[in-house]
């Protein structure tokens, strides 16, 4: 119940192309989804989260889209540039008032091609 | 304002030895979070702490891992008599509510 579900594992995109990264979770608790870039070598990076209030966010080329009857949501990467190549990671939690920890998606692969 | 920052960066141990990883969060951050990557997969949770107190170490392996977040100094992931199956990268994140930023992870190999 605890696992975060993401497809596809790997995926190539020319430069231009709208990138499509898909996660299900099971555990109807979590209630924060946010998700990470991560270049090889790196740490993680944030890029954008979503919280169950509401069903889309959007920032710059990225956008999150949520479905709470589903238990899915997806990031968007509209545009898509080489720069974008790049591990995306899915994640999930709870919302709470100190912390708490994530669970992450097996991660996509995205190959930006020029 | 520095981000979250990791050392070493790369740590070189034999089977036997004892790893310290260390962590130190970002300004204004007391929560520390402890994240294993085995090659070629996600990250999986491992332990959660607050200064002095662990909160959450349910994803800690039983026997040989230990994490502590003292009062003054940074957070400590120590794994002792390492087996060739702790070959990892480790990665430490800091939040002060629910946003974590992570550092760039320590990368143990064991020989």
């Known amino acids: 119940q605890q696992q975060v579900k993401q497809s596809p594992q790997s995926l190539i995109v020319q430069k231009g192309g709208i990138s499509i990264i898909n996660c299900a979770y099971e555990n109807t608790a979590f209630d924060y989804f946010p998700w990470y870039q991560q270049f090889p070598g790196k740490g993680p990076a944030l890029l954008i989260a979503i919280r169950p209030d509401v069903s889309e966010k959007k920032e710059g080329r990225f956008t999150i889209s949520f479905n709470k009857s589903a238990k899915q949501f997806s990031l968007h990467i509209m545009d898509s540039q080489p720069g974008d190549s790049a591990t995306y990671f899915c994640?999930?939690?709870?919302?709470?008032?100190?912390?708490?920890?994530?669970?992450f998606g097996e991660g996509t692969q995205l190959t930006v091609n020029p | 304002n520095a981000g979250v920052m990791q050392n070493p960066r790369h740590l070189v141990r034999r089977r036997g030895q004892e790893a310290r990883l260390r962590c130190s969060p970002m300004k204004g951050h007391s929560h520390v979070y402890w994240y294993r990557q085995l090659p070629e997969e996600g990250l999986k949770f491992m332990v959660y702490?607050?200064?002095?107190?662990?909160?959450?170490e349910s994803g800690m392996p039983k026997e040989r891992f230990s994490a502590e977040f003292p009062k003054e100094g940074p957070s400590i992931l120590r794994i002792q008599q390492v087996v060739r199956g702790d070959s990892a990268a480790y990665f430490c994140?800091?939040?002060?509510?629910?946003?974590?930023?992570f550092g760039p992870g320590t990368r143990l190999t064991v020989l």
């Open positions: 702490l607050q200064k002095e107190n662990i909160i959450d």
């Open positions: 994140a800091s939040s002060r509510h629910n946003e974590q930023f």
């Open positions: 994640a999930a939690s709870t919302w709470e008032t100190s912390g708490s920890r994530l669970t």
